[in-house]
């Protein structure tokens, strides 16, 4: 796999749900809700089923052959 991208937060956390939306992994928190139950999700190389699991930056999440990394802040 290439250069994974990665997304800045606002935050020092965000839960993975949120940062699957904010990635344009997926296109609704329900999406989110089914990939993540369904297994289709996984942080680090763990699958993940935890929608509220903390993410912090440097995570990398993947679903479907797409990947992001967890960015901090941008100046």
Known sequence: ???VPGVPIRDDTI???????LAN???????AKLVIADGEVSVNGETE???GR?????????????????D????
Request: glycine share 14%.
């Open 1 to 3: 796999m290439s250069a």
């Open 15 to 21: 839960r993975l749900g949120q940062f699957l939306k």
């Open 25 to 31: 992994l997926i296109e609704s928190g329900a999406e």
């Open 49 to 51: 089923t935890r929608r």
């Open 54 to 70: 903390q993410l912090v930056v440097g995570d990398i999440v993947e679903i479907g052959g797409m990947a992001a990394r967890v």
């Open 72 to 75: 901090g802040d941008q100046p």
